[in-house]
């Protein structure tokens, strides 16, 4: 009748204790969700290097209005104040004249007006211009994707842990219950202080792991927020939304598409075909109209003693038909960097080939792995329940429960692990293709 009564007192303290560890859980619902491709998308908005596709905008957009008002004239104006020691003399050739030689001081103030007519480069330095402001700003967005490699390893490190403090979180409120029962059967009488103490001890232990994995939890949020520029507290949930058949994308020949690296190739092709014609445009000839008036002494005449105005206009070509082969080396230089810029590409797209190959294995492997991760814990939890009846009757000892326990929770733990890392490599899969994770 004793031993009745005591089993019962047991069996209501575990149940007490479980279901004060179920409210304390229900109690800590969190308020709000994060999902994974919401904060790859803050983290990249977050990035300091986010304001250069403006400023780039604004400095290519500040060259090509001064490239546009080169259509308007120039305007200078010159003076100068010079003593020559010979002057024009026709006194020797004709004495019979009296011609007053000119000045020896001389004295000139003129105002230029150049007006361009025909330049065949402007249009392709615009073009060039153009190209660069959209290959500067392809590297950028290059550069902001792999914001999103930070982001994942953050995520799913706080998402781990997180996993792993609710199974090891339940172990801790079943050692908590049972250690309350080992303490009543030894002031009953009916068990020795070293089976509460072991309890005690393994309790311990766990406290402390789970004090470990919080501080990495907390850690891993604190860096995501960061990157994110987020407040992700740990009332937040932490949840992607990787589609289950993402693994399938990008298997053709030309994986990664949508990587803003290839974005990137090519407008660096664009901007040495740009180049290109540019250079070409150097070797033909440029046309334009200028006018001159000033005021000096000589002006145009120079026999003429007194200061005097005048005006002069007329057309200028400029064109070098031979530059001895300037132009055929730089378009060679250039022809050369294309090939350079095929060849990182190349390797840049094998490289995507080869991490896709090996991304799509470790899927298929750790999918395949999850139901025999399920059959494992439930196997371990009916062994934990058959020794925990026999604990709760006496007939295993505390070493012998903690055992199966922990064999449970490594069983738990590991499926825990197992399915995160499933989501992990399923979204960096997506971010090595270049795909949105949704």
Avoid: C
Wanted: hydrophobic share 40%; aromatic share 4%; proline share 3%.
């Amino acid at each position: 009748m004793h031993s009745s009564n005591h089993n019962q007192i047991i069996k209501a303290t575990v149940t007490v204790a479980l279901m004060l560890t179920a409210t304390t859980a229900l109690a800590q619902v969190p308020r709000d969700t994060l999902y994974l491709d919401e904060l790859q998308r803050a983290a990249e908005q977050a990035d300091p290097r986010g304001i250069q596709l403006g400023l780039l905008s604004r400095q290519s957009a500040s060259r090509l209005e001064t490239l546009r008002r080169e259509r308007l004239p120039a305007v200078g104006v010159t003076g100068t104040a010079q003593y020559v020691s010979d002057v024009v003399s026709v006194g020797a050739l004709m004495p019979s004249l009296t011609v007053p030689a000119p000045p020896h001081d001389q004295y000139d103030l003129y105002l230029t007006v150049r007006q361009p007519l025909i330049d065949p480069t402007r249009a392709g330095r615009a073009a060039v211009e153009r190209a660069g402001e959209a290959e500067s700003a392809a590297r950028v967005r290059t550069a902001l994707w792999q914001q999103r490699v930070a982001v994942n390893e953050a995520f799913f490190g706080a998402l781990l842990r997180s996993s792993q403090l609710s199974s090891l979180d339940a172990a801790i409120g079943d050692l908590d219950a049972r250690l309350t029962m080992a303490r009543t059967r030894v002031s009953a009488g009916a068990a020795l202080p070293s089976e509460a103490l072991l309890l005690e001890t393994e309790l311990l232990r766990r406290r402390q792991a789970r004090d470990e994995i919080v501080s990495e939890r907390n850690a891993a949020r604190e860096v995501l927020g960061l990157l994110t520029g987020r407040s992700i507290v740990s009332t937040v949930v932490l949840a992607s939304r990787v589609a289950a058949g993402g693994a399938s994308a990008g298997t053709t020949d030309t994986p990664g598409r949508d990587r803003p690296e290839f974005a990137q190739f090519d407008r660096a092709r664009a901007t040495l075909d740009a180049r290109r014609a540019a250079t070409s445009a150097q070797d033909l000839p440029r046309l334009s109209v200028f006018g001159r008036t000033g005021y000096g002494r000589p002006g145009l005449n120079a026999l003429n003693r007194a200061f005097d105005a005048y005006f002069l206009a007329g057309l200028q070509v400029e064109w070098s038909p031979w530059t001895w082969g300037r132009t055929r080396r730089e378009l060679e230089v250039q022809a050369l960097q294309a090939e350079l810029i095929g060849a990182d590409e190349r390797a840049f797209r094998d490289a995507l080939r080869r991490a896709g190959v090996t991304q799509r294995a470790q899927i298929g492997a750790l999918a395949g792995g999850l139901a025999a991760d399920d059959s494992i814990v439930a196997l371990r939890a009916q062994i934990l329940r058959e020794t925990r009846v026999r604990h709760d009757e006496g007939e295993v000892s505390a070493a012998d429960y903690i055992a199966r326990l922990t064999e449970h929770l490594s069983a738990q733990l590991d499926r825990d692990a197992r399915r995160v890392r499933l989501e992990e490599a399923r979204a960096r899969y997506l971010t090595t293709m270049g795909l949105e994770v949704r």
